[in-house]
C-alpha cells in the first residue's frame, strides 16, 4: 500500500478528491485486498478518487462515467490510465455501453458518486446494482455539505434502504475520530 498511500497523500494536497482521507484509504484497502478486474465510478469530477482507485487496483480496468468532461480531466484520465465515458449515469444506455467498453456482463465494483439527490442516487442504484458485484456509495451519514441551510443530501437515505434491504455483506467507512465532523463517510455493499 506504500504507493497508494503516496498517491492519498497527494491527491489530498492537491484538493482534486471529494473524499475525506480516512474513509478514502479504508476503501483503498478494501479494494486493494479485494483485487477488482473492472471499476466504474459514477462522478469524476477532478478524478482524484479516480486516481487513488487506479494506484490501489493497478490492474483493473477502470471507466469513469462523468457528464462534464473537460480537456483537462480527459488529459489526466489518459496520464492515470483509465477510461472516461462521457454520458448521464442514469440512462441505461450508458450502463450498456459501458458493459461492452469493459466486454463483460458483470462489473466488479461500482463507485457512485455522480448527483447526489435522493432520485439520482436511487436511479444510479437501480441501473448499475443488478450488473455488480459490489456497490459504494459516497456520502452515507445525512449532510449538507457544509450549508445547514441547504437540504440534507440524499445518497444517505438510499444508503439506509439498500443496507435495510439488500442481502449482502455491508461495510462502512466513516472518519469518526476526535475533530473529525459527521459529513460524508463511504458505504459498501457486496451482493450476492
Ligand atoms: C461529487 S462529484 C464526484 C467526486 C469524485 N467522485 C471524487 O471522489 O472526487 C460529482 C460529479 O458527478 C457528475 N455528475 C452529476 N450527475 C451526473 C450524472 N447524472 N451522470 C454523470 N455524471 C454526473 C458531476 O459533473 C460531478 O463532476
Not at 27 to 38: D, F, M, N, S
Not at 120 to 137: Q, R
Amino acid at each position: 500500500m506504500d504507493d497508494v498511500n503516496e498517491v492519498i497523500a497527494q491527491v489530498m494536497r492537491t484538493g482534486v478528491s471529494a473524499q475525506k482521507e480516512v474513509e478514502i484509504r479504508a476503501l483503498a484497502e478494501y479494494l486493494w485486498e479485494r483485487k477488482p478486474a473492472t471499476i466504474v465510478e459514477c462522478g469524476v469530477q477532478y478524478a482524484g478518487t479516480t486516481m487513488i482507485l487506479r494506484a490501489a487496483c493497478p490492474d483493473a480496468q477502470i471507466v469513469g462515467v462523468e457528464r462534464d468532461i473537460s480537456p483537462n480531466l480527459q488529459a489526466v484520465a489518459q496520464g492515470t490510465g483509465f477510461t472516461l465515458y462521457r454520458g448521464d449515469s442514469h440512462d441505461i444506455r450508458t450502463r450498456e455501453d459501458v458493459l461492452r467498453l469493459l466486454d463483460v456482463e458483470r462489473i466488479d465494483f461500482c463507485f457512485i458518486d455522480a448527483d447526489h439527490s435522493f432520485e439520482a442516487v436511487l436511479a444510479d442504484w437501480v441501473i448499475w446494482s443488478p450488473v455488480c458485484a459490489a456497490v459504494g456509495f459516497h456520502d452515507i451519514r445525512p449532510h449538507t455539505g457544509g450549508n445547514p441551510a441547504l437540504t440534507p443530501l440524499g445518497s444517505h437515505l438510499v444508503w439506509e434502504a439498500v443496507k435495510a434491504l439488500a442481502r449482502g455483506r455491508v461495510l462502512e467507512f466513516i472518519d469518526d475520530s476526535p475533530g473529525s465532523d459527521d459529513t460524508m463517510g463511504i458505504g459498501v455493499i457486496e451482493l450476492v
